[in-house]
């Protein structure tokens, strides 16, 4: 994780104001200082509505979620006036932690622990084998791509 700052000189402080915060006895990530908004710009970190003092855009609050074969799995940019949503970061941690290694998506509004959704791509007998306790929910189609699963160890 890296926290990325557009003020120059806003490293030392802060690190300082994430330390006092967040009660910390040091800060464990990296803040990349980013004063020519070089990065911001590349990465469409821009807020076009809301404006600095300068007439510039303000950065936006941005996440970016890299996976550990370095491909982007997620990335949510908020307006620069609207603060990040942590329960939410880390239930969609759990999500893309589960769902790399198995064969299950996670349903809207998914909590760690809840039903998940046995992938289209799982067919049949190995569905039943994976999933012994999978239920099929009935939709108007008749097909059954409706399919849920106790969340896997």
């Known amino acids: 994780k890296a926290v990325v700052s557009t003020q120059s000189g ?4 802060g690190c300082e104001d994430i330390k006092a915060h967040g009660n910390l006895e040091e800060v464990s990530f990296p803040i990349i200082e980013d004063p020519s908004r070089d990065l911001a710009v590349k990465f469409g970190m821009l ?5 600095d003092a300068a007439g510039l855009p303000l ?15 997620l990335s949510i940019l908020y307006p620069a006036t ?7 970061l880390l239930r969609v941690i759990d999500s893309l932690q589960l769902t790399a ?4 998506a996670t349903p809207a509004n998914w ?5 998940c959704m046995v992938l289209p ?7 039943t084998k994976l999933f ?17 699963t106790p969340q896997p160890e």
Do not use: C, W
């Not at 807020?47 to 404006?51: C, F, L, S």
């Not at 609207?82 to 939410?88: A, K, S």
């Open 132 to 148: 012994p306790k999978m239920r099929v929910e009935d939709v108007p189609s008749g097909k059954q791509y409706m399919r849920f």
């Open 111 to 115: 909590q760690a622990g809840g039903d």
């Open 82 to 88: 609207t603060g990040r949503n942590f329960d939410e």
């Open 59 to 73: 950065t936006a609050r941005a996440v970016f979620i890299v996976g550990p074969d370095k491909k982007l799995k």
């Open 101 to 104: 290694y198995k064969k299950v």
């Open 10 to 13: 806003h490293y030392g402080r």
């Open 121 to 127: 791509s799982v067919k049949g007998e190995e569905a």
């Open 47 to 51: 807020d076009p509505d809301e404006k």
